[in-house]
């Protein structure tokens, strides 16, 4: 058991919070700059996944299953978000011809 925790740990866990804030800031700029929805979609998923990773692997360095199955949560809700994200864009485009998020003002009353 101890050397397979050694392996897992064998890259230094400064690596995977580093990683985890560089794809975590793409995510933020995608949503704060981009105007296409399903881009916008894509960079949550990317924030999404930055965290899942820090907390795999916090969860590893502290010897803890609790953040990997909380991972597993997370990443079930982002299916369910994914599938009824994607079926609202459908419904925008079948109406507006557009996936910008600024056509999405039209649909107002």
Same mark, same amino acid.
């Given at each position: ?5 050694? /392996?897992?740990? @064998?890259?230094?866990?400064? $690596? ?6 560089? %794809?975590? *800031? ?9 105007? =296409?929805?399903? #881009? %916008? ?5 990317? +924030?999404?996944?930055?965290? =899942? ?7 590893? $360095?502290?010897?803890?299953?609790? @953040? ?6 997370? +990443? ?5 978000? #994914?599938?009824?994200? &994607? ?8 109406? *507006? /011809?557009?996936?910008?998020? =600024?056509? &999405? =003002?039209?649909?107002?009353?």
């Amino acid at each position: 058991m101890g050397d397979i925790t050694q /392996q897992l740990q @064998g890259v230094p866990l400064n $690596h995977y919070i580093w990683l985890s804030t560089i %794809i975590f *800031t793409i995510g933020v700029i995608g949503v704060l700059t981009r105007r =296409n929805a399903i #881009v %916008i979609f894509m960079s949550v998923e990317l +924030m999404l996944n930055a965290v =899942n990773l820090l907390l795999t692997a916090f969860s590893v $360095h502290s010897n803890d299953p609790s @953040g990997q199955i909380f991972v597993f949560f997370i +990443m079930t809700l982002a299916a369910a978000e #994914v599938a009824i994200g &994607l079926s609202i864009i459908v419904m925008v485009y079948r109406n *507006t /011809q557009s996936t910008d998020v =600024n056509v &999405l =003002n039209r649909l107002k009353w």
